[in-house]
């Protein structure tokens, strides 16, 4: 079972557009779309916003629907000038930028027992890259921040990437990350720019969530027919 996870409705719309026949499992306040996609077993859901919503969410896809590897689908803001609307970028690693217990003398991100930094699956990325090198689509891996603010101000832009080394933000990857790390499953992320995280970044995310949504899903669903 393959397991494909947004945080929005929007994020998942257009993979259940594309696949077009699913069965709906309602569980823990959830809505789960199981189908088959090119032979695959696949299940669907989106978590709702943010890093709690985010891991419930996965790890009912894993514990319960028995996920053996999970895809993340969705749109994130850029930290990177590389990095434009509509671009997509796959997170090497991922880290939460709002977890903070420096006054303890730790690096944010970090508390004990993990690390500030959760690698993402190596063969998924391969895959990835394969699916873009065929398709003549610029995509690029770096770090990518989670934490349950939306990121709408150049200072806050500004520390998150200097702090993490970040190349784009959103609320939901390090914690789903770190729940496929401790149950052992292989982890992907990718995400499709909505915004650039500055100021104005709520009107481009309104202007641009479909569109860059659209973008992701498809390509996720590209790289299923190759797992
Ligand atoms: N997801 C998309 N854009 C975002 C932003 N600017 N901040 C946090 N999450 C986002």
Redesign the pocket.
């Known amino acids: 079972m393959i397991a494909i996870l947004g945080a929005m409705q929007e994020e998942i719309t257009p993979m259940l557009e594309l696949i077009g026949e699913y069965e709906k499992i309602d569980y823990a306040s959830n809505t789960f779309y199981k189908a088959k996609f090119h032979g695959k077993d696949i299940i669907i859901a989106y978590s709702k916003i943010g890093k709690v919503n985010a891991a419930i969410t996965a790890t009912v896809m894993i514990e319960k629907f028995k996920a053996e590897k999970l895809l993340f689908s969705g749109?994130?803001?850029s930290l990177n000038p590389n990095l434009h609307i509509c671009d997509i970028i796959y997170a090497t690693k991922v880290a939460q930028h709002d977890l903070d217990i420096t006054a303890f003398g730790h690096p944010h991100g970090y508390v004990p027992g993990i690390e500030v930094f959760c690698k993402t699956d190596n063969a998924l990325n391969q895959i990835a890259m394969s699916v873009a090198k065929e398709q003549s689509i610029n995509l690029i891996g770096g770090v990518v921040a989670s934490g349950d603010?939306?990121?709408?101000a150049q200072d806050k832009k500004d520390w998150i990437k200097a702090t993490f080394n970040a190349d784009a933000?959103?609320?939901e990857g390090a914690s789903v990350g770190q729940v496929c790390a401790q149950l052992n499953v292989p982890f992907f992320m990718l995400r499709a720019i909505?915004?650039e995280?500055s100021g104005g970044?709520d009107m481009d995310?309104d202007e641009f969530l479909d569109k860059s949504a659209k973008i992701s899903a498809k390509f996720v669903l590209e790289m299923v027919k190759k797992i």
Request: proline fraction near 0%; hydrophobic fraction near 60%; charge should be negative.
């Open positions: 749109v994130a803001g603010q939306f990121i709408c933000v959103e609320m909505s915004d995280a970044a995310f």
